[in-house]
């Protein structure tokens, strides 16, 4: 299993990005997927994690972003709207192995990551 994590840029306060992560091999429909991310100096932390139709969401986050996925493509989204600068990190893009849905952990396989710059 390979995951590629993309979309990531630098935005000003207030822009939206989509991430996408493309995952290769099957069943890519039968897995729980999560995204990450981990700013300088900071532990790698929870954002969000979809499980069938059921979202979960970072309370930083929700409101704000929204995870998605295209199993047709093998492919999760994350669309970030409202960006602020602590929303600035390094992306990651994984699928959850066992467990709670919060812990990196949980999660077995991780893409690359993308870096998002939120600039004030």
């Known amino acids: 299993v390979q995951l590629q994590a993309s979309g990531g840029g630098l935005v000003q306060a207030g822009d939206s990005l989509r991430l996408s992560c493309a995952a290769s091999?099957?069943?890519?429909?039968?897995?729980?997927m999560g995204w990450f991310r981990q700013a300088p100096g900071k532990e790698r932390e929870f954002v969000a994690a979809?499980?069938?139709?059921?979202?979960y969401y970072a309370d930083s986050v929700k409101g704000r972003f929204t995870i998605s996925r295209d199993n047709a493509k093998n492919t999760l989204y994350l669309q970030m709207n409202s960006l602020k600068p602590e929303d600035t990190a390094v992306y990651y893009c994984?699928?959850?192995?066992?467990?709670?849905?919060?812990?990196?952990?949980?999660?077995?396989?991780w893409g690359q990551g993308t870096q998002v710059t939120v600039s004030s």
């Open positions: 979809i499980s069938g139709s059921t979202t």
């Open positions: 994984a699928r959850r192995s066992h467990g709670s849905y919060y812990y990196t952990g949980n999660y077995n396989y």
């Open positions: 091999g099957r069943s890519f429909s039968s897995y729980d």
